[in-house]
């Protein structure tokens, strides 16, 4: 089971986990290519695995970002559609199960 903390740093079925953080430190505005570059790497849990930032990020139609939650909602939406849709065990990832509990605050920290 999720802690509390843990719950905070996921969105719509993909879990953060310290690139949540990075992201409100982080100082906007922000280019996707600057993202890539700095935050690539990280791994993003789905519900049927693992998937970079990187990847997440090349579907990505914007170039600029001026607030954490943007990047959130970009990055979610670059997930595959297959680790959108849910595990094959059945469970979904979906924004629905995350609306005003487990999304937190997305707001910029350094300001």
């Keep these: 089971m999720a802690t509390e903390n843990e719950e905070h740093t996921r969105a719509c ?9 990075a992201l409100r430190e982080h100082r906007y505005p922000v280019t996707v ?12 849990e789905t519900p049927t695995g693992t998937e970079s930032v990187e990847s997440a990020l090349r ?3 914007a170039s600029r970002f001026t607030e954490p939650w943007e990047v959130r909602d970009a990055i979610v939406e670059g997930v595959s559609d297959e680790a959108r849709s849910g595990a094959a065990d059945g469970t979904e990832g979906t924004c629905e199960e995350d ?9 910029q920290l350094s300001v």
Aim: one cysteine or more.
């Design 33 to 44: 290519a600057e993202l890539a570059e700095q935050y690539g790497g990280f791994e993003l």
């Design 13 to 21: 079925g993909v879990t953060f986990g310290a690139l949540k953080r």
């Design 99 to 107: 609306e005003g509990t487990a999304v937190g605050d997305w707001s």
């Design 59 to 61: 579907a990505c139609e």
